[in-house]
Nanobody
Framework: QVQLVESGGGLVQAGGSLRLSCAASGPTRSKYAMAWFRQVSGKEREFVAAVTWISAITYTADSVKGRFTVSRDNAKNTLYLEMNSLKPEDTAVYYC?????????????????WGQGTQVTVSS
């Protein structure tokens, strides 16, 4: 069982920045892909960014491309999301997810473990 704990969310003004972290613990000796999703109440969970663990190939949704950067630290089993030029429409609960696979996916149901989420609120 993999446990994921997100941190770094909060309230920020439009144009500001935040950095989210996701620490993974448990049987992390297996190689896997990690991703960030976000969800607004009443809407479906939306893919934000992902990174494969071995090759470190990153994928970013078009809606955040050029503003958000995903990265990971293998030694710390930690995933990061650097968010710049934040917009009010980025307001959501951000979730970290793990997929027990060497390849990533933009589909939420492809992921095996999820964190509890961290709220990001961007004021205009």
């Amino acid at each position: 069982q993999v446990q994921l704990v997100e941190s770094g969310g909060g309230l920020v003004q439009a144009g500001g920045s935040l950095r989210l972290s996701c620490a993974a613990s448990g049987p992390t000796r297996s190689k896997y892909a990690m991703a960030w999703f976000r969800q607004v109440s009443g809407k479906e969970r939306e893919f934000v960014a992902a990174v494969t663990w071995i090759s470190a190939i990153t994928y970013t949704a078009d809606s955040v491309k050029g503003r958000f950067t995903v990265s990971r630290d293998n030694a710390k089993n930690t995933l990061y999301l650097e968010m710049n030029s934040l917009k009010p429409e980025d307001t959501a609960v951000y979730y970290c997810a793990v997929r027990i696979s060497t390849s990533s996916s933009y589909i939420p149901s492809d992921y095996d473990y999820w964190g509890q989420g961290t709220q990001v609120t961007v004021s205009s």
